[in-house]
């Protein structure tokens, strides 16, 4: 097997307990996924909680795919520990000065705030089907009714007045939940890479722009299956929402790195060999020229042009493909450029890709993917769409 790390000979020189990444692949992708849980939370609590009715059609939709998303959170870290089975260790002897021994208590809150408002949204349908299929399936959905078959108009507004208020209090949750992340890295003065006040908050906007791009896709791709017309006027909400988040994501990020090099604490010249080496390709090309900036060209000439129809759908589809890859990238680029930076700020190295190992690309794919298997299933018992008709489309 290759090593991990390989010390790089023109950055300097590094002590022999430096030479390991504790960090490999699947942390990349763990805050990558509770990102595209917060980003969907978010979309779905616009119209739950502030009424955005253009996006009615997806905001079923949206709580959906953050439950499914939100069930496979903490699959990278239990993966990556080897011992799964000893992740329970921080629930039952806590270490409550710990943000991670905090996480357990923080992810199965939210897990149960999200199935419990998905009870509730999707309660008529579960005891209509309850009442009329047999055999197993209809046993699942009586079992799913809880015991509840009141659909009447009094029981909907006290169901709608649940749906408000967890939605209320999934907002500082699922933002919460992945400010979090950006807390832990942060926090960790011993790498110069993280240790900065607004990574929290560069996580958080960067987490709602993958939520909404991945729910752009995903219900572009599900009406192209279904073979109905897609709502453009909920695809453009969709789009101005990306947009405008990317923006402000894009300038936090643009502060963030420029108080780095302001600062100019001890080892920053080599900071800047990682800068102006290594990180070119995945930071400036591939995460901000490539996956931030060109969406923001490629939306603003749209808006601006008020394109319509066809056009106006693939440019908010490829812009949003864009922006999922650059918040992948920028997950990478602080997870493992982090790491590539010795402690001491005297030297680098290179992380090696792993294909097959239990961190490597081929887990991390899957871990990936699970979610969206999971909720390709989903929704053929639970159906979300709320289509527009055929006029409006």
């Not at 799964?84 to 357990?104: C, D, K, Q, V, Y």
């Amino acid at each position: 097997m290759e090593p991990l790390f390989q010390a790089m000979p023109f950055t300097g020189y590094v002590y022999p307990n430096e030479t390991v990444f504790p960090w490999s692949v699947l942390i990349v992708v763990y805050p990558y996924l509770t990102g595209l849980v917060a980003g969907a939370f978010t979309v779905s609590s616009l119209y739950q909680v502030f009424g955005f009715k253009r996006l009615e059609p997806v905001a079923h939709f949206a709580m959906l795919s953050s439950l499914c998303l939100m069930i496979f959170v903490p699959t990278p870290l239990l993966l990556h520990l080897g011992h799964a089975e000893r992740a329970f260790n921080a629930m039952l002897t806590p270490h409550l000065t710990s943000a991670m021994a905090i996480f357990g208590y923080v992810s199965a809150f939210y897990i149960i705030l999200l199935m419990l408002e998905n009870w509730f949204v999707f309660r008529p349908y579960i005891v209509k089907q309850a009442q009329k299929r047999r055999g197993l399936l209809g046993f699942a959905y009586r079992v799913a009714t809880l015991g509840s078959y009141d659909v009447s108009e009094e029981a909907m507004q006290y169901d709608r007045k649940w749906i408000f208020a967890l939605a209320v209090i999934g907002i500082p949750g699922a933002h919460g939940l992945h400010g979090y992340v950006g807390f832990v890295f942060g926090s960790l003065k011993s790498r110069e890479w993280w240790s900065s006040d607004l990574m929290p908050v560069i996580f958080l906007f960067s987490a709602i722009i993958s939520g909404v791009a991945l729910l752009i896709v995903l219900y572009v791709v599900s009406c192209w299956l279904r073979r109905v017309r897609v709502d453009l006027d909920c695809l453009k909400g969709l789009g101005y929402a990306m947009w405008g988040f990317l923006m402000f994501a894009l300038l936090l990020e643009g502060v963030e790195f420029g108080a780095l090099v302001y600062r100019g604490r001890e080892g920053i010249e080599f900071i800047m060999q990682f800068v102006e080496g290594p990180l070119i390709v995945p930071f400036f090309i591939l995460q901000v020229a490539l996956g931030a900036v060109t969406p923001i060209l490629v939306l603003s000439y749209l808006f601006w042009r008020g394109t319509k129809g066809l056009p106006l759908a693939v440019g908010i589809v490829v812009s949003a493909i864009l922006v999922m890859f650059s918040v992948l990238m920028m997950r990478y680029n602080v997870v493992i450029g982090g790491q590539e930076i010795a402690k001491t700020g005297k030297g680098l190295l290179d992380f090696q890709f792993e294909v097959f190992g239990r961190d490597g690309i081929l887990a991390a794919s899957s871990v990936l993917i699970a979610p969206l298997i999971l909720l390709t299933i989903v929704v053929q018992f639970l159906p979300p769409w709320h289509d527009p008709a055929p006029e409006k489309a």
